[in-house]
């Protein structure tokens, strides 16, 4: 599929795939797909903890010995969250009446009723994976597809550095945002690489490809910068600089529903560096990660409520690139009103992902066979003049050792955990409110 100027007529029916929620269409077809859903580094040993994915509430856990289990948010019993009760060995039992639930879902006891009929309960229960410090879940119907593995960003001497952030607006916005390079010279103009030309509509191209859009600028010098897009919600990139110690790194980007209004990205980001300038890089990340206390999403309400511009803040104490993206994208509501859009030329890529999508959407409420999106070698992020392979940054030009393991690196900022988590970890009240 080569998606060119005229294809932007088309007409979307965004309900489709902007509603995740319990039997919904795009619910049911993400669902069918392994998504990251949490932090390694933030599930404790025997400390549950509730989870709201897609606008279901599930429960995770890690038994002593570090297994980690999800299953159902709520007891069937009387419907209590389940996350307040005990893990034993790698079973679970709820805090309100003592019923013991093994790993599988089984009911194993119910102490006041003498476990009379636990053969009749079971809780649902879904594969979880463990994965270069993420924990990814299948929450779909029937047996798992095989697990996405991304070799370049397991195996090299290096960082792997771990982000993510929780944005407050639908999760296809920010979907639709990573085939739109149009935006950057604009939104994120203070960036060392950014020009008044990049994403210049007549040199932007998108093609389908196995794994889902290979998303092409051409300069008028001939540089080519290539973006993967991987459905239905993953891309592989190379990052614009943002660090002098860095350049240029290749990246994966997911975006995960919590709800409808609101959503994770989750990141990987490669960065081949060791010796002491991955010591520099670890040092600095750190201090950034002391040094950032001012919420991007205040930041964020502030400027679109009129009462601060983005100048007024001291860049050095908020995620300028978050709060660059946040108010781009809350800026269109936490829902697009796609209705209203006139779309260009330079809207080419944003135009693709939205054809594959009801594409794959009209196949799925059909029942037809639907495309099996796999990323093979050659599904490669470019940019310019660099090497398929980003190079080594210490200058030491000798292959990484056999089975080399990069040093996991947590980047997100404390105020950011602290924002994340809150989102992700169920809220009655919250939630009461709302409904009334």
């Given at each position: 599929?080569?998606?060119t100027?005229s294809?932007?007529?088309l007409?979307?029916q965004?309900?489709?795939?902007?509603?995740?929620?319990?039997?919904?269409?795009?619910?049911?077809?993400?669902?069918?797909?392994?998504?990251?859903?949490?932090?390694?580094?933030?599930?404790?040993?025997?400390?549950?903890v509730?989870?709201?994915?897609?606008?279901?509430?599930?429960?995770?856990?890690?038994?002593?010995?570090g297994?980690?289990?999800?299953?159902?948010?709520?007891?069937?019993h009387?419907?209590t969250q389940?996350?307040s009760?005990?893990?034993?060995?790698?079973?679970?039992?709820?805090?309100?009446?003592?019923?013991?639930?093994?790993s599988?879902?089984?009911?194993?006891?119910?102490?006041?009723?003498?476990?009379?009929?636990?053969?009749?309960?079971?809780?649902?229960t879904?594969?979880?994976?463990?994965?270069?410090?993420?924990?990814?879940a299948?929450?779909?119907?029937?047996?798992?597809?095989i697990?996405?593995?991304?070799?370049?960003?397991?195996?090299f001497?290096?960082?792997?550095?771990?982000?993510?952030?929780?944005r407050?607006?639908?999760?296809?916005?920010?979907?639709?945002?990573?085939l739109?390079m149009?935006?950057?010279?604009?939104t994120h103009?203070?960036?060392?690489?950014?020009?008044?030309?990049?994403?210049l509509?007549?040199n932007?191209?998108a093609?389908?490809?196995?794994?889902?859009?290979?998303y092409?600028?051409?300069?008028?010098?001939?540089?080519?910068?290539?973006?993967?897009?991987?459905?239905?919600?993953?891309?592989?990139?190379?990052a614009?600089?943002?660090?002098?110690?860095?350049?240029?790194?290749?990246?994966?980007?997911?975006?995960?529903p919590?709800?409808?209004?609101?959503?994770m990205?989750?990141?990987?980001?490669?960065?081949?560096?060791?010796?002491?300038?991955?010591?520099?890089?670890?040092a600095?990340r750190?201090?950034r990660r002391?040094?950032?206390?001012?919420s991007?999403?205040?930041?964020?309400?502030?400027?679109l409520?009129?009462r601060?511009?983005i100048?007024?803040?001291?860049?050095t104490?908020?995620?300028?690139?978050?709060?660059?993206d946040?108010?781009?994208q809350l800026?269109?509501?936490?829902?697009?009103?796609?209705?209203?859009?006139?779309?260009?030329?330079a809207?080419?890529?944003?135009?693709?992902?939205?054809?594959?999508?009801?594409?794959?959407?009209?196949?799925?409420?059909?029942?037809?066979?639907?495309?099996?999106?796999?990323?093979?070698?050659?599904?490669?992020?470019?940019?310019?003049h660099l090497?398929?392979?980003?190079?080594?940054?210490?200058?030491?030009?000798?292959?990484?050792?056999?089975?080399?393991?990069?040093?996991?690196?947590d980047m997100?900022?404390?105020?950011?955990?602290?924002?994340?988590?809150?989102?992700?970890?169920?809220?009655?009240?919250?939630e009461?409110?709302?409904?009334?």
């Amino acid at each position: 599929m080569q998606t060119t100027a005229s294809d932007t007529h088309l007409k979307i029916q965004d309900d489709d795939y902007t509603s995740t929620g319990p039997g919904t269409l795009a619910g049911r077809y993400l669902r069918s797909f392994w998504n990251p859903i949490y932090h390694s580094v933030d599930l404790k040993p025997l400390r549950p903890v509730p989870l709201r994915v897609m606008g279901e509430l599930y429960t995770l856990y890690r038994t002593e010995s570090g297994e980690v289990f999800l299953t159902e948010g709520r007891c069937p019993h009387r419907g209590t969250q389940l996350s307040s009760g005990w893990v034993e060995g790698t079973a679970l039992r709820c805090f309100y009446h003592g019923w013991k639930f093994e790993s599988d879902g089984r009911c194993s006891e119910q102490p006041a009723e003498e476990s009379r009929f636990v053969s009749k309960v079971n809780l649902r229960t879904w594969p979880v994976k463990e994965y270069l410090g993420l924990i990814f879940a299948y929450l779909g119907e029937g047996t798992a597809p095989i697990f996405p593995r991304h070799p370049e960003f397991e195996s090299f001497d290096g960082l792997l550095e771990i982000d993510s952030y929780v944005r407050y607006c639908n999760y296809f916005q920010n979907v639709e945002n990573a085939l739109d390079m149009s935006h950057v010279a604009f939104t994120h103009s203070d960036n060392m690489a950014s020009f008044g030309t990049i994403g210049l509509g007549r040199n932007l191209s998108a093609e389908e490809s196995d794994w889902g859009v290979s998303y092409r600028f051409r300069r008028d010098d001939g540089e080519l910068r290539v973006q993967q897009f991987g459905m239905p919600n993953v891309f592989y990139m190379t990052a614009l600089p943002t660090d002098a110690d860095v350049g240029w790194q290749e990246s994966l980007f997911w975006w995960v529903p919590i709800d409808d209004e609101s959503h994770m990205q989750f990141s990987l980001h490669r960065v081949p560096a060791t010796g002491p300038v991955a010591e520099r890089i670890c040092a600095d990340r750190e201090a950034r990660r002391e040094t950032i206390d001012i919420s991007h999403h205040v930041a964020c309400d502030l400027i679109l409520s009129g009462r601060k511009r983005i100048g007024d803040f001291d860049k050095t104490r908020v995620d300028l690139v978050r709060l660059q993206d946040d108010i781009a994208q809350l800026g269109q509501g936490i829902f697009a009103d796609r209705s209203a859009e006139q779309l260009g030329r330079a809207d080419i890529g944003v135009v693709a992902i939205r054809r594959l999508w009801r594409r794959e959407l009209t196949h799925f409420a059909q029942g037809l066979p639907l495309k099996n999106w796999e990323r093979n070698p050659q599904i490669r992020p470019r940019a310019w003049h660099l090497p398929d392979t980003l190079v080594r940054m210490d200058g030491d030009s000798q292959p990484p050792a056999e089975n080399a393991e990069p040093r996991l690196l947590d980047m997100r900022p404390h105020i950011e955990v602290d924002a994340q988590l809150e989102a992700l970890h169920f809220a009655p009240r919250r939630e009461a409110t709302h409904e009334r």
